[in-house]
């Protein structure tokens, strides 16, 4: 029987948590949004990020710029948000819309204030397993979950589908920490010989690849852990990157979609939020 690893529950625990911290720090913690465009998804990301900020005692603070906003103007936002000390976290959601950059948009960030942890600074530090930056908050929400359900991670192989600065890199890299996880870890992507037989090495699979049925039961390894990052609008449904109903055949846990990965991510970024700002309470 496939255990589903829901994400409400560990979300909540980290939502907990949150309130107590920002409590017991006694000052204001505040988060701003940076929104460029219109993409409905993003909309209502964003919204959903408001919500939960709100419940555990955080002030928000909502940016929404058209998309034909100029980079220069984008990024100056983000500069005078660096500057405001009621901000303590900064969230710029992607992506962009075309023709604006998002990387250099990131690099205007404060790393002191990256609540989603994308910096190249916030990233640096994952990649030499150092602490004190913000950790992203999609792969961090997925090492939080195999945490909370007790996965099992040392000496196993974790196979990562994707490699994006926002999910699939840092995913790896936390999955390979030898203060941590200690997986062995591949990463497979678009340009992956049979992927099926990659997959199904896998004890751990991590599928962040925005592709609707890329993994069926086939390359799944009986027993195998799978949480399906994906998010993906199918016939007015959402749906994930694998194909949940032959996969619960063989797993031994999954993640749902919606109420998997997608609540953690929340929770993370709050919880990244409240570190910077105790970071900045401490540092005066
Ligand atoms: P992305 O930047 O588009 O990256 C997708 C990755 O998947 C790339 O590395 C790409 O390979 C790889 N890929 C694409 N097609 C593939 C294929 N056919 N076979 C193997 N690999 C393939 O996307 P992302 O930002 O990482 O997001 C991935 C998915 O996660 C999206 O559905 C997104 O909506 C979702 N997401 C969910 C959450 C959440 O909280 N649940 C948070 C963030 C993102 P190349 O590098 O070779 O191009």
Avoid at 160 to 171: C, T, W
Avoid at 216 to 226: D, I, Q, T
Avoid at 228 to 240: E, T, W
Wanted: negative net charge; aromatic residues 2%; charged residues 25%.
């Amino acid at each position: 029987m496939t255990k589903l690893l829901t994400g409400k529950e560990p979300a909540q625990a980290i939502k907990d948590e949150v309130a107590e911290r920002i409590t017991a720090l006694g000052k204001r913690v505040g988060l701003a949004t940076v929104l460029v465009g219109d993409d409905p998804a993003s909309e209502v990301y964003v919204r959903m990020k408001h919500k939960a900020a709100a419940k555990v005692g955080m002030y928000t603070y909502d940016h929404k710029l058209p998309a034909d906003t100029p980079q220069e103007e984008v990024e100056d936002l983000v500069r005078s948000l660096n500057a405001d000390p009621s901000v303590d976290g900064i969230l710029v959601q992607l992506p962009l819309p075309d023709g604006l950059n998002p990387d250099t948009v990131i690099d205007c960030i404060d790393p002191g204030k990256d609540a989603d942890g994308l910096h190249p600074h916030s990233l640096g530090l994952v990649v030499l397993e150092r602490t004190g930056g913000a950790i992203p908050a999609t792969p961090q929400g997925i090492m939080k979950m195999l945490n909370f359900y007790e996965v099992e991670t040392e000496g196993k192989v974790a196979v990562v589908i994707g490699r994006s600065r926002l999910v699939g890199r840092p995913m790896g890299l936390l999955l390979n920490h030898k203060s941590g996880a200690n997986s062995t870890v591949i990463f497979a992507h678009s340009r992956t010989r049979d992927l099926p037989s990659i997959t199904a090495m896998a004890d751990i699979l991590i599928v962040a690849a925005g592709r609707p049925g890329l993994v069926e039961a086939e390359g799944v390894k009986p027993g195998a852990v799978v949480i399906d990052v994906g998010i993906n609008r199918v016939d007015d449904k959402l749906v994930g990157d694998v194909d949940f109903d032959s996969i619960s055949e063989v797993a031994s846990a999954i993640t749902p979609v919606p109420g998997g990965v997608g609540p953690m991510t929340i929770a993370s970024l709050l919880l990244n939020t409240v570190a910077l700002a105790e970071a900045r309470a401490e540092a005066g």
